[in-house]
């Protein structure tokens, strides 16, 4: 890693932001706010390690693709439902933001670069890496959970994480084997971009003098399921979720016609997405390091 950046890494962190953000405009995946903010994590993620821009651009195609499957179901289901899934500058923060504020640490403590995963010779460059992979496995983890386990065929209805009593599909804080999966599924392609790039990004010689890094894809995996954990725990009982009898929807404000099923009205999605991803991305080095330490 160098303190020094190289003028290929910012005309790459340029382009390369630039270029998702009018995808996310094209695709209308992002609205104008959400592709300003997009921008500037983009450019954060990519000018300190390539890494990292390889695990965003994961999950920002693949959640901007999980967010429109049977979005005619989930229009049934939420009565908050966004059409095309656009995703705002909050949204963007949110979810991108905490990923963003570690890899800023990271750049301004250790200089830019892709560095392989050793705790043991760098553990402030260890830690926030995997913080950043932590945050980012978080969300795409969460968002595939909450859009595909919701409307797969064959999901069974969510029990209440906390009681585990069933509950309606929506609910936040509801769970299911299938939404499991689909944590698991969404930590794991994080986790496999970060290792693919960081491997073509190092030499063989480089690699073999640090311990292996396939790890990465163990951690990206469990990152998933333990930031929908923390989601779902959050949403439970700090979110209102209520069914409102006439529209058969999930709300999240008290009415009339509304039947109170859990949480108290304390925070809403945008605040429970950034504190899972807060709390994940300062959890998953502390496993990061038992994992390599325990497996290696």
């Not at 200089?111 to 995997?130: A, H, I, L, Q």
């Not at 700090?238 to 108290?264: A, D, L, M, P």
């Amino acid at each position: 890693y160098s303190s020094y950046i190289a003028a290929w890494r910012w005309l790459v962190a340029i382009f390369a932001s630039l270029l998702l953000a009018w995808y996310g405009l094209r695709k209308k995946s992002l609205d104008k706010s959400g592709a300003v903010a997009g921008i500037v994590v983009g450019f954060l993620l990519t000018i300190s390690n390539l890494c990292f821009f390889t695990s965003l651009l994961t999950f920002f195609l693949l959640a901007s693709k999980a967010t429109k499957y049977k979005s005619l179901m989930k229009k049934k289901l939420e009565e908050d439902f966004k059409e095309g899934g656009q995703r705002n500058w909050v949204q963007v923060i949110c979810n991108g933001g905490i990923a963003s504020m570690f890899a800023m640490i990271y750049m301004l403590d250790n200089g830019v670069g892709e560095m392989p995963v050793d705790f043991s010779k760098r553990y402030t460059p260890s830690f926030f890496s995997m913080a950043v992979l932590g945050a980012l496995a978080c969300s795409c983890g969460d968002t595939f959970a909450s859009e595909l386990g919701t409307v797969f065929k064959y999901n069974t209805q969510p029990r209440l994480i906390t009681t585990f009593r069933k509950v309606p599909k929506g609910t936040n804080g509801g769970v299911s084997l299938v939404g499991t999966v689909c944590s698991l599924i969404g930590g794991l392609v994080v986790g496999v971009a970060y290792y693919l790039t960081l491997i073509f990004s190092l030499s063989d010689v480089y690699l073999q003098k640090c311990p292996p890094q396939w790890p990465i894809i163990l951690l990206g995996t469990i990152a998933g399921v333990l930031g929908s954990t923390i989601d779902s725990y959050l949403g439970a009982i700090f979110q209102y979720s209520g069914y409102n009898k006439v529209t058969h929807k999930i709300v999240e404000t008290e009415g009339k016609n509304v039947e109170y099923i859990c949480g108290w009205s304390l925070l809403d999605n945008h605040s429970v997405n950034l504190l899972s991803s807060l709390f994940c991305g300062l959890l998953t080095p502390k496993v990061a390091f038992y994992l390599w330490w325990l497996l290696l």
